[in-house]
């Protein structure tokens, strides 16, 4: 399972160091309004159910620390050949083509020891920020 904080479960995007501070920080300035995980590795293998609409979710940093809160705008899942150039394009990372967008996520994926084809299953995500930091996020908001 995910770690929770204060019964929300977490957002850790990417893996720790450089990435994980890059996107979080793109999140938080609102570029980054969507990401992309693999349903077989990352939900199946961690016993996790779907996001939904609705559900906040608590971004955190290398060390499990709260660093925005985020709420799930949309789901969907889909063929990895399938995801959509509009759903590469919100997740903000600078690809400049829905190939360049599926080259890197492979890349990222296959590091992760995940092989990616065609027809994996990606679970695309979408949010918004509710707040950044902690100072803007009462016991209300995690759900305490």
Known sequence: MWPRIGGLRTLALGTPGEMRANLNTLVLAGVK???AGLLTSEYADENEELEHVGE???????????????????????RFADV?????????E?????????????????REGFAVDDHS????????????????????????
Do not use: K, M, P
């Not at 299953?121 to 305490?144: E, K, M, N």
């Open 33 to 35: 309004t969507a990401t």
């Open 94 to 110: 600078g690809d400049r083509s829905i190939e360049e967008w599926r080259e890197g996520h492979r890349r990222y994926w296959a």
């Open 84 to 92: 959509s150039w509009d759903f590469a394009r919100s997740e903000g």
């Open 121 to 144: 299953q990606v679970v695309c995500i979408r949010f918004r920020l509710v707040s950044a930091g902690d100072g803007g996020i009462s016991a209300g908001d995690l759900g305490t």
């Open 56 to 78: 906040r979710l608590v971004l955190v940093d290398d060390h499990d620390a709260l660093v925005g809160l985020v709420e799930v705008t949309g789901v969907e899942v889909v």
